[in-house]
């Protein structure tokens, strides 16, 4: 079982109306709801792509979190460990660039992710878990995740982080550079984008020095490169495709990589530094393959296996 802890929250993606060009009456662009978050994203990615996973968080009980709580159950996730609050879902506005970049704006005061709580005891045969984005940012939830993580680390769980930069929700850049540090010696798997990579202000060899068996940095469509804690490095290219928008990318190579490490039977610290080139190269080359569906449809909507193989 692999866990993914994080926060689910409701993106309103620009839409094109026929003869609108995307701008509503108002004059405003037309804004379309769509089921996120970078760990719901993972979550719903692992579950197409096959693997046994749980998703845990706080979710409110408005329809919002419904619609999410369906799309979790369609892709099979368990959802037992999904806490329930009367606080509203937050909300992500996006902007999308020429080139398909997405950028978001946060509106999360008060709401029900914010006051996630420890739980007492995760699935038995837990495997590996997967943290980041915002709930490692916005407090109080920050710091219960943070506690999920060490302890789940110091009793054997593969860990996977993603930090998933969001500087308009990082109050103190310097505190959060600090915090992501102490994070490593906790963390099996860093993966980060190369642009989180700088504005972080640290290097893979680093990093991994810190803590992690390996660190994977995605750059975009020139494809991704792991970096391991022996010094060794390799690279695959990004796989071409029409890009509509990068929405859910970052959190399909997680689910991605997890997938492919579980089936190397890799999902451990031990395990990870055993692999060879040969080894990542497949790992790697897969979670690209995963990511170019993504990136080739609107939205969030990672791909299912089949789609990957085809």
């Known amino acids: 079982m692999i866990v993914v802890a994080g926060e689910a929250l409701i993106d309103l993606v620009p839409v094109s109306q026929e003869g609108g060009g995307g ?34 968080s706080r979710l409110s009980r408005d329809p919002y979190a419904e619609a999410l709580l369906d799309g979790l159950r369609d892709a099979r996730v368990d959802v037992s460990y999904v806490q329930r609050g009367e606080e509203p879902s937050t909300l992500a506005v996006a902007s999308i660039g020429t080139d398909g970049s997405a950028g978001f704006a946060f509106y999360a005061g008060g709401t029900a992710d914010r006051l996630f709580a420890v739980p007492e005891r995760l699935p038995e045969d837990t495997r590996a878990m997967t943290f980041g984005t915002c709930s490692l940012v916005l407090e109080p939830g920050a710091s219960a995740y943070e506690e999920l993580m060490r302890r789940e680390a110091e009793r054997g769980v593969f860990t996977l982080l993603d930090p998933n930069i969001r500087t308009s929700i990082i109050q103190d850049a310097d505190a959060y550079r600090a915090r992501f540090r102490s994070w490593l010696a906790h963390t099996g798997l860093l993966k980060l984008s190369v642009e989180d990579a700088e504005w972080l202000g640290g290097s893979p060899r680093e990093w991994a020095a810190a803590g992690p068996a390996a660190v994977v940095v995605t750059r ?11 010094g060794a490095e ?52 897969f979670a690209a393959r995963a990511a170019a569906v993504t990136c080739s449809r609107p939205g969030a909507e990672p791909p299912y296996a089949h789609e990957i193989e085809n």
Do not use: M, Q
Not at 40 to 51: D, E, K, Q
Not at 243 to 269: E, F, M, P, Q, Y
């Open 23 to 56: 701008v509503g009456d108002s004059g405003l662009p037309a804004l379309a709801p769509r089921l996120g978050g970078g760990p719901f994203n993972t979550a719903v990615a692992l579950g197409r792509l096959g693997s046994p996973v749980a998703f845990c």
């Open 220 to 230: 975009g469509g020139d494809g991704l490169t792991v970096v391991t804690r022996d």
């Open 234 to 285: 390799y690279s695959v290219p990004g796989t071409k495709v029409d890009v509509v928008d990068t929405i859910g990318a970052g959190d399909t190579v997680n689910a991605a990589l997890l997938h492919r490490l579980a089936d190397h039977d890799a999902l451990s610290k031990k395990a990870v530094a055993a692999l060879g080139r040969e080894d990542w190269l497949d790992i790697l080359g």
